[in-house]
Nanobody
């Protein structure tokens, strides 16, 4: 029912800022009881939750990335966007958006993911 799709630049240079946008269909990002989450996976490593924006519009960020991360939304387009600043090659990986449940604390819908490579 719910579909999510990521879009972004693919290749980013060190020290720059990039943004990724998740477009949601089949459900509203303002519907109660869901979080809209950004997750990444560096090569050879596990999944890392970057942060999320709640149905109310309030946000949460990982303590490891908080100083470089922001998430915003456009309710008219049913989209939410990740901004990551001062990037380094350590930020390279697959980036996913997902819907997070507040009742059982898992992700029930995922986007297909988009590759971000930080390289000069």
């Amino acid at each position: 029912q719910v579909q999510l799709q990521e879009s972004g630049p693919g290749l980013v240079k060190p020290s720059q800022t990039f943004s990724l946008t998740c477009t949601v269909s089949g459900g509203s990002i303002t519907t109660n009881n869901y979080y809209w989450t950004w997750i990444r996976q560096p090569p050879g490593k596990g999944l890392e939750r970057i942060g999320y924006i709640r149905y109310s519009g309030s946000t949460y960020y990982s303590p490891f990335l908080k100083s470089r991360t922001s998430i915003s939304r456009d309710t008219s387009k049913n989209q939410f966007t990740l901004y990551l600043t001062s990037v380094t090659p350590e930020d390279t990986g697959m980036y996913y958006c997902a819907r997070e449940r507040t009742d059982w604390n898992g992700y029930d819908y995922w986007g297909q993911g988009t590759q971000v490579t930080v390289s000069s």
